[in-house]
């Protein structure tokens, strides 16, 4: 699957799961239009360029990888709430990307 298809899928999933942000909202805190950001939910850009994706993944407060290397799907998780915290925190992309390392490894 290309770059951009992850891309594509991923970015509705994360603005939703990172208060419901909308694509207006994303592109003006990234400082893109939020065309920009509507066609790379549909995977209309070719190159989005490394910088923009840094951009939106520390605004979505995830990791880059995780915003471009895998599809992704939405589920519900009970965790406690010193997790929660946690992963609300500045560490939490680190958190979420060695919790995502630490799943696949598992056998």
């Known amino acids: 699957m290309a770059a951009i298809d992850v891309i594509s ?23 893109v239009s939020r065309r920009t950001i509507a066609r790379l939910e549909n995977a209309e850009v ?5 910088d923009l ?19 992704l799907r939405a589920v519900t ?12 925190s500045g560490e939490g992309p680190e958190i979420l990307e060695a919790m995502v390392r630490a799943a696949r490894h598992r056998h």
């Open 9 to 31: 899928a991923n970015l509705p999933i994360l603005r939703e799961l990172h208060s419901r942000v909308g694509q207006l909202e994303l592109a003006q805190r990234v400082g």
């Open 46 to 50: 070719s190159d989005p360029g490394v």
């Open 53 to 71: 994706m840094k951009r939106i993944a520390k605004e979505l407060g995830v990791t880059l990888s995780l915003l471009t290397e895998n599809k």
């Open 77 to 88: 998780v009970a965790l406690p709430e010193d997790v929660c915290r946690r992963l609300e």
